[in-house]
Structures are given as structure tokens and as C-alpha cells.
């Protein structure tokens, strides 16, 4: 899927628009090897955080990535009180 569109042309949203993914997913593809659960509820969690941001505000910003970036680490230790691990 297409990256969210930022909310302002020259924030820093869309400076982050262009970001290699690829550096970013083998590390995450680790994570989900050896804490699937976590993982999953982190996953989900943001991407229904970013689906709220484009209902609301029509793009992201830089604020509302740093946002997510808390909301995954909250959603993923989360998911690891409910695994047990």
C-alpha cells in the first residue's frame, strides 16, 4: 500500500513520505518471528491510529508519526501482557 498523504506539502510528513521501507522491515520481520502476538496487536493498532489521522486531518504529519511511534510501543507491550511473554 501507498504511504498516507502528509497534511501539509512541506512539513515534515512529507518529507518522511519518501523513506526507505526496506530498512525498516527487516528488523520488524525479526520482531514478529519471535513476538507474533505483539507485533500484530502494534500493527494493528497504528494502522487504525493512521486510519483516524486520514479520516480527520486528510494526511499525517510529523507530530502524528512520533504519535504512532509511541502508540506502537504502547500497543505492543500491550499485546505482551495479554501473551504472557
Not at 47 to 74: K, P, Q, S, W
Amino acid at each position: 500500500p501507498a504511504p498516507p498523504p502528509a497534511a501539509r506539502p512541506g512539513g515534515l510528513g512529507a518529507r518522511l513520505r519518501g523513506a526507505a521501507l526496506g530498512a525498516a522491515l527487516l528488523p520488524a520481520l525479526a520482531v514478529l518471528l519471535f513476538f507474533p502476538v505483539p507485533t500484530l496487536v502494534a500493527a494493528l493498532g497504528t494502522a487504525l491510529f493512521y486510519r483516524l489521522a486520514l479520516a480527520r486531518l486528510g494526511g499525517v504529519t510529523g507530530d502524528l508519526h512520533g504519535a504512532a511511534i509511541e502508540l506502537a510501543e504502547l500497543f505492543f507491550l500491550l499485546g505482551a501482557l495479554a501473551a504472557g511473554v
